[in-house]
T-cell receptor, first 113, second 113 residues
Framework: NAGVTQTPKFQVLKTGQSMTLQCAQD?????MSWYRQDPGMGLRLIHY???????DQGEVPNGYNVSRSTTEDFPLRLLSAAPSQTSVYFC????????????FGNGTRLTVT | AQSVTQLGSHVSVSEGALVLLRCNYS??????LFWYVQYPNQGLQLLLK??????LVKGINDFEAEFKKSETSFHLTKPSAHMSDAAEYFC???????????FGTGTRLTVIP
């Protein structure tokens, strides 16, 4: 049982390049989300989804796009990377309900030069 | 809006000593509170959660936390630290009616042999 799988583990981009961070879950959870982790700032919510076809913005959505065409997959797109997007990105999935814990992937470390 | 504050970005304890990591919350409604642990180069794992059933919550690896409404606190404790407890610990509060979590800035625990 893999849980939440993120690819790639590491990525280096040049300013202005685009890329997609992949996230897949095998737990059939309706809720999925993306966080970024920066030193001294904890984790901040970028975008989230409560089911296929439904997405919404979190605290720091600018510069990122998401879509949810299936329950399993929730990719995060950077259309034009900026150095400020250098961070560690985590995808999470959970059962619907505000007292349900989230299951996290192992993260993608992104550097934008 | 819900938020949490973690006092102390770094805590050092000797092996066998009491671990105390502090978390204070701000919430306009009864909160759902969580503690997560992050080991190096890994995602976050749930330690425990408070969902109003009991004020003293027991989690994995002998960690526990006590919800104190009068102090708006949810501090994490462990009676005796092990070397394997060295990690970063995050307190989080859930958004009312949704799975979204708002995290504190984290506390890095160092265990001294």
């Amino acid at each position: 049982n893999a849980g939440v799988t993120q690819t790639p583990k590491f990525q280096v981009l040049k300013t202005g390049q685009s890329m997609t961070l992949q996230c897949a879950q095998d737990m059939n959870h309706e809720y999925m989300s993306w966080y970024r982790q920066d030193p001294g700032m904890g984790l901040r919510l970028i975008h989230y989804s409560v089911g296929a076809g439904i997405t919404d913005q979190g605290e720091v959505p600018n510069g990122y796009n998401v879509s949810r065409s299936t329950t399993e997959d929730f990719p995060l797109r950077l259309l034009s990377a900026a150095p400020s997007q250098t961070s560690v990105y985590f995808c999470a999935a959970g059962e619907e309900g505000y007292n349900s814990p989230l299951h996290f992937g192992n993260g993608t470390r992104l550097t934008v030069t | 809006a819900q938020s949490v504050t973690q006092l102390g970005s770094h805590v050092s304890v000797s092996e066998g000593a009491l671990v105390l990591l502090r978390c204070n919350y701000s919430s306009s409604v009864p909160p759902y509170l969580f503690w997560y642990v992050q080991y190096p180069n890994q995602g976050l794992q749930l330690l425990l959660k408070y969902t109003s059933a009991a004020t003293l919550v027991k989690g994995i690896n002998d960690f526990e936390a006590e919800f104190k409404k009068s102090e708006t606190s949810f501090h994490l404790t462990k009676p005796s630290a092990h070397m394997s407890d060295a990690a970063e610990y995050f307190c989080a509060v859930s958004d009312a009616g949704a799975n979204n979590l708002f995290f504190g800035t984290g506390t890095r625990l160092t265990v001294i042999p």
